[in-house]
């Protein structure tokens, strides 16, 4: 049984060039928390245009999971694709709101028998809000952050799936283990077949004017009404916008003026401070191909940019941490 805690009126606040200051809000937006009675970590989630929403991972007996509620979170029911197991990379969620489709992925790789080493990701994609699923193995190369979303298609009719994951690992420990590409793979036909799309360099040894120990990572993408890709993330020490515009075969990365990130220190500090690193939900677009990004800046404070030009120029940032806030993370999806 699902329990609920006491509403409360959400606040508001007007963002700021420096900071943020309290301002009135709408009584119609209110805070609320249900229990699942499922165990779950780093969710991710999707809502429906009827208000039903999807939440994963939601760990079962029969493995890994999608959460839904038709009830504004009164009851919840899970739905499991067959053969996506918990392992040691987190599972992702995603549901395409136009075509109805909800698709969840869990990483194959694991540093431990029995499957030691294994790449990939079995993907669960469900056209009927997860009564039943079809399953696949995708993204060979990769092993861990895949990001799936979608848009419209430039070259034909209907809509084009991507993923995105860097490779041919996700963190970097060097000597041994190194970050060089993140690659971007599609599909046409709503997650049946997929293909190698194209890539971009986020070996930090490759970028000029960038430092060789700087960290280069980057998150979900979105597609803009004209069927524009933007995958946003950290580019060293500034925000950048990777912007694709022949559906994911060519990549051109641009840097958003006035960011400034974390400093990049070793792997140590990375674990400690990984949330000021990645960046996996940080890009949005609107029905008029306004592109925004937010970011953590390098004291702690949540940032805010937008383009009204497919990221060729951008706004001022602003400061948009609620008033008194002295550190902002991303969650690590």
Request: with cysteine; proline share 6%.
């Given at each position: 049984?699902?329990?609920?805690?006491?509403?409360?009126?959400?606040?508001?606040?007007?963002?700021?060039?420096?900071?943020?200051?309290?301002?009135?809000?709408?009584?119609?937006?209110?805070?609320?928390?249900?229990?699942?009675?499922?165990?779950?970590?780093?969710?991710?989630?999707?809502?429906?245009?009827?208000?039903?929403?999807?939440?994963?991972?939601?760990?079962?007996?029969?493995?890994?999971?999608?959460?839904?509620s038709s009830d504004f979170g009164k009851s919840w029911r899970a739905s499991v694709p067959?053969?996506?197991?918990?392992?040691?990379?987190?599972?992702?969620?995603?549901?395409?709101?136009?075509?109805?489709?909800?698709?969840?992925?869990?990483?194959?790789?694991?540093?431990?028998?029995?499957?030691?080493?294994?790449?990939?990701?079995?993907?669960?994609?469900?056209?009927?809000?997860?009564?039943?699923?079809?399953?696949?193995?995708?993204?060979?190369?990769?092993?861990?952050?895949?990001?799936?979303?979608?848009?419209?298609?430039?070259?034909?009719?209907?809509?084009?799936?991507?993923?995105?994951?860097?490779?041919?690992?996700?963190?970097?420990?060097?000597?041994?283990?190194?970050?060089?590409?993140?690659?971007?793979?599609?599909?046409?036909?709503?997650?049946?077949?997929?293909?190698?799309?194209?890539?971009?360099?986020?070996?930090?040894?490759?970028?000029?004017?960038?430092?060789?120990?700087?960290?280069?990572?980057?998150?979900?993408?979105?597609?803009?009404?004209?069927?524009?890709?933007?995958?946003?993330?950290?580019?060293?020490?500034?925000?950048?916008?990777?912007?694709?515009?022949?559906?994911?075969?060519?990549?051109?990365?641009?840097?958003?003026?006035?960011?400034?990130?974390?400093?990049?220190?070793?792997?140590?500090?990375f674990l400690l401070l990984g949330s000021r690193y990645l960046l996996p939900e940080s890009?949005?677009?609107?029905?008029?191909?306004?592109?925004?990004?937010?970011?953590?800046?390098?004291?702690?404070?949540?940032?805010?940019?937008?383009?009204?030009?497919?990221?060729?120029?951008?706004?001022?940032?602003?400061?948009?941490?609620?008033?008194?806030?002295?550190?902002?993370?991303?969650?690590?999806?």
């Amino acid at each position: 049984m699902a329990g609920v805690v006491t509403p409360r009126v959400a606040s508001g606040y007007r963002a700021g060039l420096r900071s943020s200051t309290n301002a009135a809000a709408s009584a119609d937006f209110v805070t609320d928390i249900s229990y699942t009675e499922y165990g779950s970590a780093a969710c991710t989630l999707g809502v429906a245009a009827d208000n039903t929403v999807f939440v994963a991972p939601a760990y079962t007996v029969d493995g890994v999971g999608v959460l839904r509620s038709s009830d504004f979170g009164k009851s919840w029911r899970a739905s499991v694709p067959e053969g996506v197991q918990q392992s040691r990379n987190r599972p992702y969620l995603y549901f395409d709101d136009i075509d109805e489709r909800l698709f969840l992925h869990a990483g194959r790789f694991d540093a431990v028998p029995p499957h030691p080493l294994r790449t990939g990701f079995t993907l669960g994609v469900s056209d009927d809000r997860g009564e039943t699923w079809r399953t696949r193995k995708v993204a060979s190369k990769a092993r861990a952050d895949a990001k799936v979303f979608a848009g419209p298609s430039i070259s034909r009719e209907g809509r084009v799936t991507y993923l995105s994951a860097p490779t041919p690992f996700a963190v970097r420990v060097r000597p041994l283990i190194n970050v060089t590409r993140q690659v971007i793979w599609r599909s046409f036909d709503g997650g049946v077949k997929w293909e190698v799309a194209g890539g971009f360099d986020i070996d930090s040894k490759n970028i000029p004017g960038l430092p060789s120990r700087e960290y280069v990572a980057f998150g979900k993408g979105v597609v803009g009404p004209d069927g524009t890709v933007y995958i946003g993330g950290r580019y060293g020490r500034r925000f950048a916008v990777a912007v694709s515009r022949d559906e994911g075969l060519t990549w051109d990365v641009r840097m958003v003026p006035g960011s400034a990130l974390a400093k990049y220190h070793n792997a140590v500090h990375f674990l400690l401070l990984g949330s000021r690193y990645l960046l996996p939900e940080s890009m949005a677009v609107d029905d008029d191909g306004n592109v925004y990004a937010v970011w953590p800046d390098r004291d702690g404070l949540l940032h805010a940019a937008w383009s009204s030009d497919g990221a060729v120029s951008w706004s001022r940032p602003v400061v948009v941490s609620a008033p008194g806030v002295r550190d902002a993370r991303f969650g690590q999806t």
